[in-house]
C-alpha cells in the first residue's frame, strides 16, 4: 500500500508560478514511476508529467518548457515547478504512484486556479 498526499495548489495569476509537492508513505521503494495528472471540470484527467526510478521524464506537449517534474534520490516526494502558469491550467492536480505494470495509487488531488 502506497499514501500520497499532495500539497501547494492555490489562486495564482496567469504568468505567476506554483510548486506542488506529493508526500509518499508506506511501500515507497516499489515504486517505479511517479506523475502528475490533472482534471479540469467537464473534461477527462489527463497527463501532465511522469518520472520513473530512472529519472527519465515525460511531459504533456502542453505544458513542455513550463513545467518540470522532480525527485530526490529517484523516490518520493515528489515535485511539480509550474512556471508562467495560463488559465487554461486551471485543474485538480493529482499525484500518482506506479508499482510494477499494474499497480496504482492516488492522491486526494490539489486545486490549482489560474486567473486571467
Known amino acids: 500500500q502506497v499514501q500520497l498526499v499532495e500539497s501547494g495548489g492555490g489562486l495564482v495569476q496567469a504568468g505567476g508560478s506554483l510548486r506542488l509537492s506529493c508526500a509518499a508513505s508506506g511501500s515507497i521503494f516499489s515504486i517505479n514511476i511517479m506523475g502528475w495528472y490533472r482534471q479540469a471540470p467537464g473534461k477527462e484527467r489527463e497527463l501532465v508529467a511522469s518520472?520513473?526510478?530512472?529519472?527519465?521524464?515525460n511531459y504533456a506537449d502542453s505544458v513542455k518548457g513550463r513545467f518540470t517534474i522532480s525527485r530526490d534520490n529517484a523516490k518520493p516526494p515528489v515535485y511539480l515547478q509550474m512556471n508562467n502558469l495560463k488559465p487554461e491550467d486551471t485543474a485538480v492536480y493529482f499525484c500518482?504512484?506506479?508499482?510494477?505494470?499494474?499497480?496504482?495509487?492516488w492522491g486526494q488531488g490539489t486545486q490549482v486556479t489560474v486567473s486571467s
Open positions: 518520472i520513473s526510478s530512472g529519472g527519465y521524464t
Open positions: 500518482k504512484a506506479t508499482i510494477g505494470m499494474s499497480v496504482y495509487y
